[in-house]
């Protein structure tokens, strides 16, 4: 069973990055809006329609208002009746997240569910533009979603040149656990110009061993999860011989609050990952960087 330090892994892990295209189906101005995925909570307040939630899934707790909102269950889990109760006219479902059946039952009580998924980092701004489309808060939404394509567009100008680094992605600790590149934190380190160096992972997730963690020899160790584990980490690293991120002095805790969800906060997050990765080019003294 997962402990509450690791009960968030699988939802980190669902998020997957493939290069298909991103529906949009037409509905105006929910007033009462359900949502079934804590990012897709996050995406509803970026869309300025915070006030019209009814209803959230568990671990829904960012922002603070958030937390106050009835839950409707848990992906193991929804509480249908309780959905029909809230009388939502708009249900925002995760298609990797939620169980299809519980999807199916929504619709087969006539229930407006709208399935969407986050396949591209370029996805969180059209989520939150689509998002506020159905709201009725487009005024507030589109001008959020072009701040965030904005960040995209200068972060890849801005490091698309610069040196690629090594980089190791560390969720977990015994067993080492990382992602692979269709990650979507994998895609944010990338545009950063950073190499995931376990970026060919067969699954979005898996563990990795120390050999093969020096093998790959990462010139950056990230640090994701909780801080007291973060602590624990780079004390372990300390203790392990040969490894060129920590010879340096390259392992860099990161704010996993802002990182483990595919919503504004990640993007937001983004210039930090980036100004990280140049202060190891600056500690390796690459082109550009002595």
């Keep these: 069973m ?19 295209a991103w529906p949009i189906w037409a509905a105006d101005g929910a007033q009462r809006i359900i949502s079934l995925a804590p990012h897709l909570t996050e995406q509803v307040y970026s869309a300025g329609a915070g006030d019209k939630l009814v209803g959230v899934i568990d671990y829904s707790d960012y922002p603070d208002a958030a937390k106050t909102l009835p839950s409707v269950g848990n992906f193991a889990h929804l509480n249908i009746e309780k959905i029909v109760a809230l009388k939502p006219d708009l249900i925002l479902a995760w298609q990797s997240g939620n169980r299809m059946k519980d999807l199916d039952k929504l619709k087969q009580l006539g229930l407006n569910v709208w399935t969407t998924d986050t396949h591209r980092l370029s996805d969180i701004p059209r989520q939150i533009r689509a998002i506020g489309q159905r709201a009725g808060t487009e005024s507030q939404a589109i001008p959020a979603a072009q701040a965030l394509e904005q960040t995209l567009t200068t972060l890849k100008s801005r490091y698309q040149n610069t040196p690629e680094i090594r980089v190791f992605y560390q969720i977990w600790a015994k067993p080492y656990i990382t992602i692979n590149r269709d990650q979507f934190i994998s895609q944010g380190i990338a545009l950063c110009h950073g190499r995931n160096v376990f970026g060919n992972l067969p699954s979005l997730s898996g563990e990795v061993s120390l050999e093969s963690i020096l093998k790959a020899d990462p010139q950056v160790i990230l640090l994701g999860g909780y801080p007291e584990k973060q602590t624990l980490w780079q004390q372990a690293w300390q203790k392990v011989p040969g490894l060129t991120a920590v010879e340096k002095h390259q392992i860099y805790p990161m704010v996993s609050d802002w ?32």
Aim: proline share 6%; charged share 15%; glycine share 8%.
């Design 259 to 290: 990182l483990q969800r595919p919503t504004a906060r990640f993007i937001n997050a983004l210039p930090e990952v980036c100004q990280t990765l140049d202060k190891a080019r600056v500690a390796y003294g690459l082109k550009g960087y002595n």
């Design 2 to 20: 997962l402990s509450r330090h690791t009960s968030w892994i699988p939802l980190l892990f669902g998020f997957l990055i493939y290069g298909q």
